[in-house]
């Protein structure tokens, strides 16, 4: 099964010159009704450590003991991330409403553009709750393409116009393990699928 998904996104490499940063979502099989489960293939949330829009330092072991959800984004990006920010937003209020404690990670694609104060003023726009909400960088765009292929078999590459990055749009659901468990379509703005798979996990705890 491993096997084949690499030589399936193998496959797709031509396509990723030809989009922008939203080509993840017109090949991925994901769907926020059901998700895709990942557990078979082993990913697990590598170490890391970053800097948070308030110039915080964050590592992979700040999230240990807790489910994190964690998406990419980029400030300047001229689409996807304008939907996909907003739904991490109403799930942010779903897991407050709900009393349910899970983290949220955005990691940004443009980490020479995008520097702690202006992911904080980007957050600020989505008046995001930094409690348990970290927009992070402080990396170069070699290690971000590194840490999206090696933790979430995805990719992160420059488009052909010079002004979009290649990025997914999923959300990711990372374990209190640290292993990276589910995702879903990062567009799909019914966060309820997602809630529903959260209170059974915290639930069985």
């Known amino acids: 099964m491993r096997t084949k998904k690499w030589l399936l996104m193998g496959g797709f490499v031509l396509l990723f010159a030809l989009s922008g940063c939203g080509w993840f979502d017109n090949v991925s099989n994901t769907s926020a009704e059901n998700g895709e489960d990942l557990q078979a293939y082993g990913l697990d949330l590598h170490d890391f450590s970053y800097t948070n829009q308030s110039d915080e330092v964050v590592t992979n072991e700040d999230l240990e003991g807790e489910y994190t959800l964690v998406n990419m984004i980029f400030t300047r990006c001229p689409t996807v991330c304008n939907l996909m920010t907003p739904n991490m937003s109403q799930l942010q209020e779903d897991l407050a409403t709900e009393d349910i404690a899970a983290n949220l990670v955005s990691f940004t694609v443009d980490p020479e553009y995008d520097s702690p104060e202006i992911l904080k003023e980007y957050g600020d726009q989505y008046e995001a709750d930094y409690s348990n909400w970290n927009f992070l960088t402080g990396y170069s765009l070699g290690e971000v393409e590194e840490f999206a ?20 749009t999923d959300i990711f659901l990372v374990d209190d393990s640290g292993q990276v468990i589910q995702r879903y379509d990062g567009l799909e703005v019914d966060t309820e699928p997602i809630m529903e798979d959260l209170r059974q996990l915290t639930e069985n705890e």
């Open 149 to 168: 292929e090696s933790t979430f078999h995805s990719v992160v590459a420059p488009a052909d116009d010079d002004e979009d990055i290649i990025h997914s």
